[in-house]
């Protein structure tokens, strides 16, 4: 099961956990699966076009997703993060 | 006589509640709420006085309404907040953040409605849980000539505004940062402009059918049939059935002039109402001119207007108010409110002959709204 590292600005709805487990073959399975257990998450991080919001950054391990159909394998980790936002 | 009041502050970095005793000279702070969110409006459910919902998004995450069901203590997020239908091209729009929260007609409790930038309509029938986009405008054959992506203000193009007729919850107006004032007789079904002579010195013809820039509007409670409007370009009213405006702010003195962000109805006088002029000479700097601020009210309609200043700084003072950020309460005398970028909330108790500083070093206002606690 791909393994999810939320940011701090995701932990309102995590319970304060920054890192998880859920299940899903593409980052976007991924993302409704932390859905399904937080809702609201997603929508925080990806806009209704299904965009990543501006700053908001999605990675595989070391790659950048700017897709969020990227499948993944299994053991895999999906790493989130709040990019520069400003003052 | 004056009774309790508590004033929702949004600002940039979260939201505060401020609550007064009776006579309105002690205040209480309670806050931050949502420190380091982005809070563009805080707005109480006048239908049942303990709903509020909370216009809100941070510099990373996507924008949501939060719900209160008991006056602020507790807040939940709505299970939908307002989105664009997925869509392709040009038109697949996302929500950057909703900025107006309007609840709906004392006849239709559950009802609110929400403007947002880009400009979009949104209405909720479930108290704000969940929201649906409004057709009849955000898919009007007009919309993207009223609201052109290039359009709009540093944060973005606004539905700013969303005013309900009290005699006619289908009669409503709405003021967008790119297109001027609509108007709908259809509960938001159908909008046609309502411009007609109100400046857009900013484009080739200075008096078009849209795309003017209307910062805020607001119906005189005691006289449903006018409109006060302080527009990029001007002071305005109109008198229903009228659909011409008058620019009233000609007659503000020529050294301020009447450009500002917003405007305040008085509750009981419909002839009276109060601007915060701003400089807009030059390359608009949105201060006070001269550095002196002041408000300016007028007792006539429009035909004169007086200068308001006891208690603000006599020099070098640079606010900004912008079009959320001024209001008045219903007591008597009139209780009026406006928080400054500088984070600064000021009120004064005697319908603006004086003023004085309640909260210095809050974030930047976005919004006050006064309430009755």
């Known amino acids: ?87 | 006589m004056s009774h309790a009041i508590q004033l929702l502050i949004g600002t940039r970095k979260g939201a505060w509640i401020y609550r007064s005793d009776a006579a309105r000279q002690a205040w209480t702070v309670d806050g931050p709420h949502f420190l380091g969110c982005i809070v563009n409006h805080l707005v109480l459910d006048p239908r049942d006085g303990r709903t509020m919902l909370m216009a809100a998004s941070t510099g990373h995450l996507g924008p949501t309404v939060f719900r209160s069901t008991d006056g602020g203590a507790t807040w939940a997020e709505a299970a939908r907040p307002p989105a664009f239908p997925k869509a392709e091209g040009d038109n697949a729009r996302s929500v950057d953040h909703s900025f107006w929260l309007e609840p709906g007609h004392v006849g239709e409790p559950g009802v609110w409605w929400a403007g947002t930038s880009p400009p979009g309509l949104f209405v909720s029938r479930d108290g704000g849980e969940t929201w649906d986009g409004v057709a009849g405008f955000n898919d009007h054959p007009k919309y993207w000539d009223w609201c052109p992506a290039d359009g709009g203000t540093p944060d973005g193009a606004l539905l700013n505004q969303i005013v309900i007729d009290p005699r006619d919850p289908a009669h409503m107006y709405i003021a967008t940062s790119t297109g001027g004032v609509f108007e709908s007789l259809d509960s938001g079904g159908s909008w046609s402009p309502l411009n007609k002579n109100v400046e857009a010195s900013f484009l080739p013809d200075p008096y078009p059918e849209y795309g003017q820039d209307a910062h805020y509007i607001a119906l005189a409670p005691t006289n449903l049939d006018r409109l006060w409007q302080q527009n990029h370009c001007g002071i305005y009213r109109l008198d229903r059935p009228s659909d011409a405006w008058e620019r009233i702010g000609k007659q503000m003195p020529p050294e301020i002039g009447d450009i500002g962000f917003t405007i305040v109805p008085h509750p009981r006088d419909a002839d009276t109402a109060w601007v915060f002029p701003m400089d807009g000479t030059e390359v608009w700097p949105r201060v006070s001119p001269g550095g002196r601020p002041a408000v300016y009210r007028t007792r006539d309609a429009g035909a004169s207007w007086e200068r308001q200043d006891a208690g603000f700084p006599r020099e070098q003072g640079w606010f900004t108010v912008k079009r959320q950020a001024f209001c008045a309460d219903g007591g008597k005398p009139v209780g009026l409110y406006l928080g400054t970028t500088g984070g600064e909330l000021w009120m004064s108790d005697d319908e603006g002959a004086s003023w004085r500083c309640l909260a210095r070093h809050l974030p930047e206002i976005y919004s006050v709204v006064a309430a009755p606690l």
Not at chain 1, 60 to 68: A, N, T
């Open chain 1, 1 to 87: 099961m791909p393994r999810v590292s939320l940011p701090s600005q995701l932990q309102s709805y995590s319970g304060g956990l920054s890192r998880t487990e859920v299940p899903g073959d593409t980052v976007a399975a991924v993302l409704d699966a932390l859905d399904a257990r937080w809702p609201g998450i997603r929508f925080r991080v990806i806009d209704e076009q299904g965009r990543i919001r501006r700053h908001m950054r999605i990675y595989v391990g070391q790659d950048r997703v700017l897709d969020i159909g990227r499948t993944l394998s299994e053991d895999e980790e999906v790493l989130l993060f709040g990019a520069l936002s400003g003052g």
